[in-house]
């Protein structure tokens, strides 16, 4: 296989590999998402974000995730692959098709850092399957399950997130109207550091039970999220997209 260009980007240390398959070909996604992604022989990430041409929007997004996987759509991902798009001098301003549907995003300042709002689509309250610890189940294109706990750090992330592998697991803590405290456990990957579209799952969950007003700040082990949502059209998430290095593999 010939070597192919590369960024190394995290959005609130979710990081990933990002990959414009518009301008260079990998066949076999997942089995690069697997080698690339191992933190000891590869660069390490949760997951490849694959830039695609698009007939319906600026790009196509997919996501793969770190085991090889395929999620539906990733908000910290998204917005690596918007500052990447941005720093090619495609915009400021884009839309991109997901799986999830169509997400709209601005770039809202640049630097060191990029901030990046990204409309969400409309959270959905789907009925459970089946009901374990008292989740909210919340879908953002993709599924999750939000388990409010008094004490994230000693709640058992991991075995919860075994029983319900279907799922995006997050557990979460109202710390007063306007902030919250997340930790997550994705699908394919396990424990991260952040999760976008969990963290408005979560903010919107505890809008629902009456716990917050937006909008909400969503603390994560990997820095902080802000969520708005007047609890009848699109959520927005607002955060940090940050480059690491570009290589060539």
């Not at 929007?57 to 692959?81: F, L, P, Q, T």
């Not at 424990?191 to 009456?210: D, I």
Request: contains cysteine.
């Amino acid at each position: 296989m010939s070597p192919v260009a590369v960024s190394k980007m995290h959005g609130t240390l979710n990081d990933f590999i990002v990959l414009d398959q518009r301008t260079q070909t990998i066949d076999d996604l997942a089995q690069f998402a697997r080698a690339v992604c191992n933190r000891r022989s590869g660069i390490g990430a949760d997951g490849v974000i694959v830039l695609l041409p698009s007939d319906r929007a600026d790009a196509r997004m997919r996501v793969i995730n770190a085991d090889g996987s395929e999620a539906e759509m990733c908000g910290n991902g998204m917005r690596c692959a918007i500052r990447f798009l941005c720093e090619r001098g495609e915009g400021d301003r884009f839309r991109i098709e997901t799986l999830a549907g169509i997400i709209g995003a601005e770039v809202l300042d640049k630097g060191e850092i990029y901030h990046i709002r990204l409309d969400m689509g409309v959270p959905q309250f789907p009925a459970p399957t089946r009901a374990v610890n008292g989740a909210t189940y919340v879908s953002m294109g993709n599924p999750h399950a939000v388990i409010f706990v008094a004490d994230i750090g000693a709640f058992d992330l991991p075995a919860a997130g075994e029983m319900m592998p279907e799922l995006n697991v997050h557990a979460a803590h109202v710390e007063d109207r306007h902030h919250m405290s997340v930790r997550h456990y994705e699908r394919g990957v396990g424990l991260t550091q952040a999760c976008g579209t969990g963290a408005v799952a979560c903010a919107a969950a505890a809008m629902q039970r009456g716990l917050v007003d937006m909008p909400v700040t969503v603390q994560v082990p990997g820095g902080t999220l802000e969520v708005d949502w007047d609890g009848t059209g699109s959520a927005y998430l607002t955060g940090p997209a940050v480059r690491v290095f570009d290589a060539r593999i």
